[in-house]
């Protein structure tokens, strides 16, 4: 994989902290949750994002690419 344009959804409000940690990302809040969209380097770099939302406390709904 190399950079590709991705898409999570999580449930539940971002916290202040959570959208400092996110803050390279974009940000759309949704009822009951969020989107965030950004890039992704490689198959490391989306592990890294994954582990971090878990880490926020923050439930992953979907994460998928996008076109951008």
Do not use: K
Not at 7 to 29: H, K, P, Q
């Amino acid at each position: 994989m190399t950079g590709r344009h991705y898409e999570f959804r999580v449930d539940g409000a971002l916290s202040a902290r959570a959208r400092e940690a996110l803050c390279d990302m974009e940000v759309e809040e949704i009822r009951p949750g969020a989107v965030l969209r950004g890039d992704v380097l490689d198959d490391a770099h989306l592990h890294g994002i994954l582990d971090q939302l878990r880490v926020l406390g923050l439930t992953i709904v979907s994460a998928r690419p996008t076109s951008g």
